[in-house]
């Protein structure tokens, strides 16, 4: 399949990779790239040979936020009917690990794209902001929910109000991104990550990952419950048999996904 704002590859080791291309925009999301990802997603999740996705915007910037040119376009009425929430919502929908590797820009959806990943690696030039504000408008895919819930008041107001970027190091202690590495090494060690989560349990993978983000938007009782049938769950899989057999026997798990 052939994409025009995205490029994608087809790694060994169960990941596939998502790389942002418009180049000329700072890969700025208008709703074509959006929609393109959220297809790849889709298809990613359907497919049993792909246990993880990378998503970069390549060496330089990962991405410079929503399309200012193509939003100037809108008026209230267009914002509502705008096809890009369907997207976003799309994109979180996604079940499998989402691996984000940024170097660069990652401002306004860009920064909220950064936060619909479940890790992110960030080269140590990479710069994070929401400067909506300049431009007399909010976040408008998560940022303002996601932001505080991830940094907490202090940073993301700062952010949000302020529309000044913070930097990988200030992200990293923030909890924003999960590791700092030199820029060159920014896909490879997303990509390293990906594949060791690609060779884990799928069913766990996924299960996991449910769980952690019902974390965000519910109370401990719930998310607890949630936890014990998701455990409880898993007792019911082949995998989780090999993984105990495996580990009785002293030798290297097989998993199968079932
Ligand atoms: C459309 C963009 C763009 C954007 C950059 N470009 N950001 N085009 N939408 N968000 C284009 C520029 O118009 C220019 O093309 C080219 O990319 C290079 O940008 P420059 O400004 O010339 O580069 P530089 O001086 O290096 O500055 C880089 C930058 C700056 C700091 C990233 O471009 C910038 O501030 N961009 C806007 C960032 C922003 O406000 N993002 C939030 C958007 S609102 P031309 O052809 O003109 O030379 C948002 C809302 C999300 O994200 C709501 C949910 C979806």
């Known amino acids: 399949m052939t994409y025009q704002t995205i490029n994608t590859q087809s790694a060994t080791k169960g990941v596939l990779?998502?790389?942002?291309?418009?180049?000329?925009?700072?890969?700025?999301?208008?709703?074509?790239?959006?929609?393109?990802?959220?297809?790849?997603?889709?298809?990613?999740d359907k497919d049993s040979d792909i246990g993880a996705v990378v998503i970069t915007g390549g060496p330089k910037v990962f991405a410079a936020g929503a399309d200012i040119k193509e939003m100037a376009a809108l008026d209230a009425v267009g914002v509502m009917n705008d096809d890009r929430p369907k997207h976003w919502r799309r994109i979180y929908q996604f079940s499998k690990p989402l691996i984000g590797a940024v170097n660069g820009y990652a401002l306004g959806g860009g920064c909220e794209l950064v936060m619909h990943c479940d890790i992110v690696i960030a080269g140590d030039s990479a710069l994070f902001?929401?400067?909506?504000?300049?431009?007399?408008?909010?976040?408008?895919?998560?940022?303002?929910?996601?932001?505080?819930?991830t940094v907490g008041k202090p940073l993301a107001m700062k952010m949000v109000l302020s529309g000044e970027m913070i930097d990988a190091q200030t992200a990293l202690q923030a909890n924003l991104v999960a590791e700092v590495v030199i820029p060159e090494r920014t896909i490879e060690r997303a990509h390293e990550l990906a594949a060791k989560i690609a060779s884990k349990p799928p069913i766990?993978?996924?299960?996991?990952?449910?769980?952690?983000?019902?974390?965000?938007?519910?109370?401990?009782?719930?998310?607890?419950n949630l936890e014990r049938k998701a455990f409880t769950l898993l007792a019911a899989t082949e995998d989780r048999n090999e993984g105990i057999a495996a580990f009785m026997e002293k030798r290297k798990p097989e998993f199968k996904g079932r």
Not at 22 to 38: D, G, I, Q, Y
Not at 205 to 224: H, I, M, Q, Y
């Open 17 to 44: 990779t998502i790389t942002l291309n418009r180049p000329e925009a700072f890969n700025a999301l208008n709703t074509l790239l959006l929609s393109e990802v959220a297809d790849v997603l889709e298809q990613a």
């Open 129 to 149: 902001g929401q400067p909506e504000i300049n431009l007399g408008i909010i976040p408008g895919a998560g940022g303002t929910q996601r932001l505080i819930r």
């Open 204 to 224: 766990a993978v996924r299960l996991a990952k449910e769980a952690l983000l019902k974390a965000f938007e519910t109370d401990l009782e719930s998310g607890l």
